[in-house]
């Protein structure tokens, strides 16, 4: 049975919209770099919206372009310049990011804030001499399920002007879609999976040996993502647990893990069919496979663009995406379930098998989910329970009888089950709306998360004691937007306190506090080498280290942004303040359905089937 169509408004779009411009003005600080000088611009102090000035140097390039013959291949440096360039404007986003903006394959280009008053410490030529005067660094890896997005979706600047004490911050694009994940068994033979993940890799690399010269502390970056960013982080978790070189000392993960959804081998059935699709799509299904990518670096670039949308627009509906990232390692092409660790590959094994091994850093970890994070990406017109167990049957195909079965018993049916909490839908939505939101939420996001703050506490070196060296810290937001929902991506705004630009601070007076909030503890954590978002405003017992309830060892403490605010629910005209900060401990009922999840990741997390590895 066919999935029920979908007409949902879809993260890609809902993460993508084009922010209002940065109210820039031009001749700004400059900065000398090994590549060349970069001549910023400036972003005028505001009360309302930018409370102190910041320099901006946008879309300084950190690889050549990825036209032509570099198309298809991992990124290239840059040469070094003597040339003067100007870096008072973002640069072309990635082909496929829905920005807004102008968009080409030389989009791999980074963006630096920092507060005005920021000066590089006299010194070496390239190197700053006075480690005690760095800045701490944020890097932002932006979302849109690794086929949109940009750089320049989460406002930055905002970030680093309302930020006390001060920070720099990046953003960056990364090729997405076919450019950046073209997974198939010829892509794995010619070593060329994964583009996008090594972008942001070619990224982190750059800002090592660059972000002193911007008044930036390289022994002192927070990476920071959501949704695919999210995800993409918990990829580099595992790569750099193999590497003497760790570019990055913290991380923040907002609602993506890489336990979410699916990571498979490139050998996939569902990779190999579109592939063949994709190749169907270019115009190219005849072309001999020593030929295909040096036919794929000739064509034009609004082919290629043209077939990788209509792949994700022909995917998008059962959330069975194309253009993911998938295992690289020297198993790949085998689909062997056995634990792998080459050097060179970025996901080299599945991503379960890694957490339960510990192959992954130890490092302090903010992360956390918003209550509905399914609402995006699930049909809205799903009315009967056959609907429901055709989404996920569709879904995750590893699924038996049997396990659609407990799913349904763990989330009763709103038509038939008198008992169901689901039953109440927003005007317009099918009947089993509210449900497949419960059921799809915990599936891709907040027990995959969970999962990721798990075995972060349980392999911690001091997991006994809730106080230990290398934290985890959870939250839920919980603010409702449409629909009367906390939505995937609704926290974005909040978090870089990006709000006064947009609406009238007075209209949203609940809201301002949860942004006071949520921005102080992200700034905390980014500031703070040990990763403490304390202290959190309005919280008077701080934010305390989760340490996982699965097994007994603690109780799962999270703290709660926003729970019972409507004031961004326009349909309603929401003027509910709610609580701005909260604590709760997952309940037994939250528990039992992640271990549901739990027990099934391996479904759908590019095996099929269930591995003989015991139950975690």
């Known amino acids: 049975m066919s999935p029920p169509p979908s007409t949902a408004t879809t993260a890609t779009t809902a993460l993508t919209t084009p922010p209002e411009p940065l109210p820039t003005t031009p001749g700004g600080a400059s900065i000398k770099l090994r ?14 919206t930018y409370p102190k000035a910041v320099d901006a140097f946008l879309g300084i390039p950190y690889a050549r372009s990825t036209a032509d013959e570099n198309r298809f291949r991992p990124a290239v440096p840059l040469p070094d310049s003597t040339s003067t360039f100007q870096a008072a404007a973002y640069g072309h986003a990635c082909l496929g990011a829905n920005s807004g903006r102008p968009e080409g394959e030389d989009c791999l280009n980074v963006n630096v804030f920092r507060p005005q008053s920021t000066e590089r410490v006299p010194g070496e030529v390239y190197g700053v001499a006075k480690a005690s005067h760095r800045l701490p660094v944020v890097i932002y890896v932006h979302g849109g399920g690794f086929n949109a997005g940009h750089g320049g979706e989460r406002n930055m600047a905002s970030f680093v002007s309302w930020a006390k004490p001060d920070i720099v911050a990046v953003s960056f694009n990364y090729r997405v ?13 010619e070593g060329l999976l994964n583009l996008g993940l090594k ?12 972000i002193a010269e911007f008044g930036g502390d390289p022994d002192n970056v927070t990476i920071m993502g959501l949704s695919a960013g999210a995800h993409s982080i918990g990829h580099h978790l595992m790569y750099y647990s193999r590497s003497s070189s760790v570019p990055f000392a913290k991380a923040i993960l907002e609602s993506g893990a890489t336990t979410a959804r699916a990571t498979f081998y490139p050998t996939h059935h569902r990779h190999l069919i579109q592939f063949r699709e994709f190749l169907v799509a270019a115009g190219i299904e005849g072309v001999p496979e020593s030929s295909i990518f040096p036919t794929l670096r000739t064509l034009p670039a609004a082919t290629i663009l043209k ?17 993911q990232p998938v295992i ?96 109440a839908v927003p005007e317009g939505k099918g009947a089993q709306w509210t449900r497949l939101d419960a059921a799809y939420s915990h599936y891709a996001y907040i027990c995959p998360v969970l999962q990721t703050a798990h075995f972060l506490s349980t392999y911690s070196p001091s997991a006994s004691n809730p106080s230990f060296s290398n934290p985890v810290y959870v939250y839920r937001y919980a603010a409702a937007s449409r629909w009367g929902t906390a939505n995937h991506g609704d926290e974005a705004p909040v978090v870089a306190h990006d709000m006064l630009n947009r ?12 942004a006071d909030a949520m921005h102080a503890a992200w700034v905390n954590f980014v500031v703070s080498p040990a990763g403490d978002p304390n202290p959190v405003s309005g919280q008077a017992g701080g934010w305390p280290a989760f340490v ?62 269930r591995l003989d590895r015991g139950r975690l």
């Open 177 to 189: 879609g076919a450019f950046g994940f073209l997974p198939s068994a010829l892509t794995a033979r």
């Open 548 to 609: 996982s309830p699965f097994g007994g060892r603690g109780k799962g403490e999270i703290v709660v942004f926003g729970e019972g605010n409507d004031e961004r629910w326009t349909e309603k005209g929401g003027k509910s303040a709610g609580t701005p900060v909260g604590l709760e401990a997952l309940t037994e009922w939250e528990l039992e359905r992640c271990r549901f999840w739990w027990d099934r990741v391996e479904l759908s997390e590019g095996v099929g089937k």
């Open 35 to 48: 590549q060349g000088t970069y001549i910023g611009a400036t972003i005028p102090a505001n009360p309302d």
């Open 503 to 514: 609406t009238a601070a007075a209209a949203r007076p609940g809201l301002r506090k949860v």
């Open 328 to 423: 690289d390692g020297p198993n790949s092409l085998s689909n062997s379930s056995h634990s792998n660790t080459s050097v060179d590959a970025v996901i080299p094994d599945l991503p379960l098998l890694s957490w339960q091994q510990g192959r992954h850093l130890s490092i302090p970890v903010l992360t956390g989910f918003n209550t509905n994070e399914g609402t995006l990406f699930i049909p809205e017109k799903a009315n009967t329970t056959a609907d429901f167990r055709s989404f996920f049957s569709a879904l995750i195909p590893g699924f038996s009888p049997a396990d659609l079965d407990a799913l349904e018993a763990l989330y009763p049916d709103p038509v038939t089950d008198a008992s169901s909490p689901y039953k």
């Open 307 to 323: 077939a990788s949308k209509a792949l994700w627009n022909k995917y998008e509906p059962s959330v069975t995406w194309p253009f």
């Open 199 to 210: 972008d942001q890799q070619a990224l982190f690399a750059w800002v090592q040996a660059n």
